[in-house]
C-alpha cells in the first residue's frame, strides 16, 4: 500500500512539475523571427526553416550584396505568399546603439513587433594565445557577445508590452568547454552563457523565454574560412564531435526555441555537454531536470576521458613541433 501511495505521489509531483517548468509554446505561423548574421550559414537556415513553418522573416547583416540574395533564397520557401514576408537591412550590430535600434524598428514596422530574436551574427579566430592579439580578443567580444546585447536592447521594450517572446543566443560547443586555440573565441561565447542566465531572471515575469544553442561545427563558409587558419590541435579535437549540417541545427535550435528550452543542443556530445554544464541554469523540462540530476555524476567521469584524449592530441603535437625544430 505505501509503495503505490508514493508511486501515485511520484506522478503528481512529475505532473505538477511539469506544468511549473514547461513554458507555453509559441507559434511561428504569423510571427516576427528577426534573425542577425542572416545572410549565410546558420542564420540563414534557420531564416529558410522559419518561413517553412509559416513566420515572417527579418534578416540582418552587413554586407547587402550577400543580404539581398539571401533574401531572395528564403522568399522561395515561403509557404504562403499573400500573408508572409522577408525583409532584409544592413547594419553593423557592433556599432551605434542607435543605428542598431533603427534596424530593427524598420524590421518592425515592416512585418510587426519581434516574436523571436535569433542572435545569430558572430565569427571565430583561432590560434595560440600569445599570436592572438588584444585586437582579435576585443573584435570576439564586441560581434559574438556584445553585437547580441545590443540588437537584444533594440528589441526587448516591445516583448515586455507584449507579454511575450523568446530569445535566443548562438553559442558553440566551445562556450561550453575551453578549447586550444579558442582563448578568444571560447572567452566571448562563455560570456553570452552568464547574460543569457541573468536576462532570463529578468524576463521570466513578461514571458519571455531565453534559449542558448551550442551547436558543434557546422558546414557553413564561416567555418571553412576559419579552418585556414586552425592550429593542428585544434582540427583534431574538433574532429572528435564531427560535423553537422545547418539545416540540422536549425531545426533544432527552432525546436527548442519554440518549446522555450534554456539549453539547446544537436548529436549526442551536444546532449552530453550540456546536461553536464547544465549547473544552476533555468529549469523549463521535468525530464531534463531528472536527467540531469541523474546523468552529472556519470558525465562527468566520462568527460574526463574526452579530456585525456584532448591532451594526448595536444602531447602528440608538441612532440611533432619539437622534432621538427631538432631536425631543421
Known amino acids: 500500500m505505501l509503495i503505490y501511495c508514493a508511486f501515485i505521489l511520484c506522478i503528481v509531483v512529475f505532473f505538477v512539475l511539469s506544468i511549473l517548468l514547461s513554458p507555453k509554446k509559441i507559434d511561428l505561423q504569423g510571427s516576427h523571427v528577426l534573425i542577425t548574421g542572416g545572410s549565410s550559414g546558420i542564420g540563414k537556415a534557420i531564416a529558410i526553416e522559419a518561413v517553412k513553418r509559416g513566420a515572417n522573416v527579418a534578416i540582418i547583416a552587413r554586407n547587402e550584396k550577400k543580404l539581398a540574395d539571401a533574401k531572395q533564397e528564403i522568399e522561395s520557401y515561403i509557404k504562403d505568399k499573400n500573408k508572409q514576408r522577408v525583409f532584409s537591412t544592413s547594419v553593423d550590430i557592433t556599432k ?78 566551445a562556450g561550453q568547454v575551453g578549447v586550444f586555440g579558442y582563448t578568444a573565441y571560447s572567452a566571448s561565447k562563455f560570456a553570452l552563457r552568464g547574460f543569457a542566465e541573468s536576462l532570463q531572471m529578468e524576463v521570466k515575469p513578461f514571458n519571455i523565454y531565453v534559449t542558448m544553442a551550442f551547436p558543434p561545427d557546422t558546414d557553413t563558409p564561416g567555418l571553412a574560412e576559419e579552418n585556414k587558419s586552425k592550429p593542428k590541435e585544434t582540427l583534431l579535437i574538433s574532429d572528435t564531435v564531427g560535423l553537422f549540417s545547418p539545416s540540422d541545427v536549425a531545426k533544432s535550435v527552432l525546436r527548442d526555441t519554440v518549446n522555450g528550452k534554456f539549453l539547446s543542443y544537436v548529436g549526442m556530445d551536444g546532449w552530453l555537454l550540456c546536461n553536464l554544464s547544465s549547473g544552476m541554469s533555468p529549469a523549463t523540462s521535468i525530464t531534463d531536470l531528472l536527467q540531469q540530476i541523474f546523468t552529472m555524476g556519470l558525465f562527468r567521469f566520462i568527460c574526463q576521458f574526452y579530456l585525456f584524449h584532448f591532451d594526448r592530441i595536444i602531447k602528440r603535437c608538441k612532440e611533432e613541433k619539437d622534432t621538427k625544430l631538432k631536425l631543421s
Open 96 to 173: 551605434n546603439a542607435e543605428l542598431v535600434k533603427e534596424a530593427v524598428n524598420k524590421a518592425e514596422v515592416e512585418l510587426g513587433p519581434v516574436t523571436i530574436l535569433i542572435n545569430n551574427a558572430g565569427s571565430a579566430v583561432a590560434g595560440n594565445f600569445e599570436e592572438t592579439s588584444f585586437e582579435q580578443f576585443q573584435r570576439m567580444m564586441e560581434l559574438n557577445f556584445l553585437g547580441g546585447v545590443n540588437v537584444t536592447k533594440a528589441a526587448i521594450k516591445r516583448m515586455k508590452e507584449n507579454n511575450k517572446g523568446r530569445i535566443v543566443f548562438i553559442s558553440s560547443q
